[in-house]
């Protein structure tokens, strides 16, 4: 029994610090804590807790790749990047796989009288991890449609703001382990920042200027709470300046929301300068 509890203390211990990286942008490092991990288990071939490793080395890098928006960039001549999609399916597929053994594991140690704790938490998180890699899938979608509407002017702002409300209340209740909160804090700092902007580009659309600045207000408060989970500092004041960012590392996904921000900032204030000039 003591031997399971030490087990544990430290499945949990790695747990803990393998997400609070992921959440800090340290990808590297959360790649590595699970390397590691699984290299002192080898003898562990087959078991729940190797197939959870395998698996969130993999999420690591996929991770890395997703807020470098790398599937946004062309492979060739009018070919997409589906590299990415495809790593998140598998890892989909490789979750859910694990929550199948884990919960079969677990029900197995229940018969023997065995401790079944360890395998149901791995099977719980694994599970929930399986609609993560789906949220993944579906926010790619959105950014592929965004990125065509900015190019093609192929569909509207209104499409894409129903599109990322849905996906956040399909998806935020999903990720309920202890363990994830810094997973799904990250995740509704990106939907909710979004979500933001995309009321302001609206409101600019119909002239209404208030609700639009009370909208930039709560991007810039969601985008700084984001960057503080990373000992990331945005600018205090609604800056459309890229000076600010020159200094500092920051994921290519977050410049930009920082940037999308800055030029709704920009629109705006032309906006009002034009109305009230028009009124003086």
């Known amino acids: 029994m003591s031997e399971t509890i030490v087990m544990m203390s430290r499945e949990q211990g790695f747990l803990n610090t393998f997400f609070s ?64 999609k495809s790593s998140y399916e598998l890892l989909r597929s490789e979750f859910r796989k694990t929550d199948e053994l884990g919960r079969s594991s677990s029900l197995s140690s229940s018969v023997g009288r065995g401790d079944s704790t360890n395998e149901k938490l791995l099977a719980d998180l694994s599970g929930q991890l399986t609609h993560f890699a789906s949220v993944r899938l579906e926010l790619i979608e959105f950014y592929e449609k965004m990125h065509s509407i900015g190019s093609t002017r192929v569909g509207t702002c209104e499409e894409l703001h129903n599109q990322i409300l849905t996906i956040t209340k399909t998806y935020q209740d999903h990720l309920r382990h202890p363990y994830l909160n810094h997973l799904k804090t990250t995740f509704c700092h990106e ?26 207000y709560e991007a810039h408060v969601k985008l700084s709470a984001w960057g ?11 800056s459309f300046s890229p000076g600010f960012l020159k200094n500092v590392q920051l994921p290519f996904l977050y410049q930009w929301l920082v940037r999308f921000k800055g030029y709704l900032v920009s629109k705006f204030s032309l906006y009002f300068h034009e109305i009230g000039r028009a009124h003086v």
Not at 208 to 213: D, K, R
């Open 191 to 216: 939907c909710e920042s979004l979500t933001q902007l995309l009321n302001a580009q609206l409101d600019l659309q119909r002239w209404a200027f208030l609700p639009s600045l009370l909208h930039l």
């Open 228 to 238: 503080a989970m990373s000992q990331i500092k945005e600018s205090r004041r609604l």
């Open 21 to 84: 990286s992921l959440s800090q942008f340290s990808f590297d490092k959360a790649k590595e804590l699970a390397d590691k991990e699984r290299d002192a288990i080898k003898t562990q071939v087959g078991s729940v807790w190797n197939s959870m490793l395998s698996c969130l080395s993999q999420l690591a890098l996929a991770e890395k790749s997703y807020v470098s928006l790398s599937f946004l960039a062309s492979k060739g001549f009018l070919r997409k990047d589906n590299s990415l």
